[in-house]
């Protein structure tokens, strides 16, 4: 089992930045995706961002320009950094990994989120 820790969420004005983290409870040393995910209330959980293993890195619409994605070689995990945060912002946002062990088993792992609230 693998546990997948969000951080990094909060409360913010419009316009500010934000820096999320997702650290998995232990190493994961192989992948195929890594993906941020949001879900406001009463609207469908839609993808940020995602980062596949071959460095692809794609997001919405809704944050083209205002989000970066990257995994930094220093410790393990995922973060994504979001800028001029907007009000349609808030959700709680969802790390997710994708990808396939040594064994060839296929492997889907969620955080249980951290919430991003933008309002001023």
């Known amino acids: 089992q693998v546990q997948l820790d969000e951080s990094g969420g909060g409360l913010v004005q419009p316009g500010e930045s934000l820096r999320l983290s997702c650290v998995p409870s232990r190493t994961i040393l192989s992948f195929s995706t890594w993906g941020w995910y949001r879900q406001a209330p009463g609207k469908q959980r839609e993808l940020v961002a995602a980062?596949?293993?071959?460095?692809?890195?794609n997001y919405a619409d809704s944050v083209q320009g205002r989000c970066t994605i990257s995994r930094k070689n220093v410790e393990s995990g995922v973060a994504l950094q979001l800028n001029n945060l907007k009000p349609e912002d808030t959700a709680v946002y969802y790390c997710n990994i994708r990808g396939w062990t040594a064994t060839g088993e296929k492997y889907d792992y969620w955080g249980q989120g951290t919430q991003v609230t933008v309002s001023s």
């Open positions: 980062l596949t293993s071959a460095g692809t890195k």
